[in-house]
């Protein structure tokens, strides 16, 4: 199997234990953690599969680090690279737009001819709208530390078995 490069923000401290999650389940020495808040061009190049965390800021917006490098996403030719992205949010606490940070970076990946893998079940969440919800079901995973903690262990590994199923 070749490498994955999973990209989350080092500065994070929820995504970050998610990741390392994600990192653990995949077996480390399958995938490579790069940091998104010093993230290059040149990182699409040099793999063929991508682990992307997209934690929902802001009423519904991506994190600024991620919101920085779009201009130079949004350039890229990414046909023949395969992408999953996981994000965190809070159900409860923002309910019209919860994780709509998955949404938002998978449809700018697919605008560069990405591939995605690794949609979700609906099922679990309880919310009111979401950008990160398309023909029912998720285009990516979200997970919500603040109140269901507990689950994100099974849906990680579960998602991480998905994953390994689709990628070539
Ligand atoms: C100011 C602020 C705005 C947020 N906006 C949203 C939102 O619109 N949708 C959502 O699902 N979660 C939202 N959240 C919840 C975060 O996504 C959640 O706390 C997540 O765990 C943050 O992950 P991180 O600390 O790893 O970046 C918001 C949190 C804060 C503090």
């Given at each position: 199997?070749?490498?994955?490069?999973?990209?989350?923000?080092?500065?994070?401290?929820?995504?970050?234990?998610?990741?390392?999650?994600?990192?653990?389940?995949?077996?480390?020495?399958?995938?490579?953690?790069?940091?998104?808040?010093?993230?290059?061009?040149?990182?699409?190049?040099?793999?063929?599969?991508?682990?992307?965390?997209?934690?929902?800021?802001?009423?519904?917006?991506?994190?600024?680090?991620?919101?920085?490098?779009?201009?130079?996403?949004?350039?890229?030719?990414?046909?023949?690279?395969?992408?999953a992205v996981f994000g965190?949010?809070?159900?409860?606490?923002?309910?019209?737009?919860?994780?709509?940070?998955i949404?938002?970076?998978v449809?700018?990946?697919?605008?560069?001819?990405?591939?995605?893998?690794g949609?979700t079940?609906?099922?679990?969440?309880?919310?009111?709208?979401?950008?990160a919800?398309?023909?029912?079901?998720f285009v990516g995973l979200p997970?919500?530390?603040?109140?269901?903690?507990?689950?994100?262990?099974?849906?990680?590994?579960?998602?991480?078995?998905?994953?390994?199923?689709?990628?070539?």
């Amino acid at each position: 199997m070749k490498k994955t490069a999973i990209i989350y923000s080092f500065n994070t401290q929820k995504s970050q234990k998610v990741a390392e999650k994600i990192v653990a389940s995949f077996g480390a020495k399958n995938i490579e953690a790069i940091n998104a808040e010093e993230l290059k061009k040149s990182v699409f190049d040099n793999f063929d599969n991508f682990i992307l965390s997209a934690p929902t800021w802001f009423d519904g917006e991506l994190p600024n680090y991620w919101d920085e490098f779009i201009p130079d996403l949004e350039e890229m030719d990414l046909a023949d690279k395969t992408f999953a992205v996981f994000g965190l949010g809070d159900q409860k606490g923002y309910p019209e737009n919860f994780c709509d940070a998955i949404g938002i970076l998978v449809e700018i990946l697919e605008e560069c001819g990405a591939k995605i893998i690794g949609q979700t079940n609906l099922d679990g969440y309880t919310y009111e709208s979401s950008k990160a919800e398309r023909d029912g079901q998720f285009v990516g995973l979200p997970i919500d530390q603040e109140n269901q903690a507990r689950l994100t262990q099974g849906r990680v590994e579960s998602w991480v078995v998905q994953l390994k199923k689709q990628i070539k």
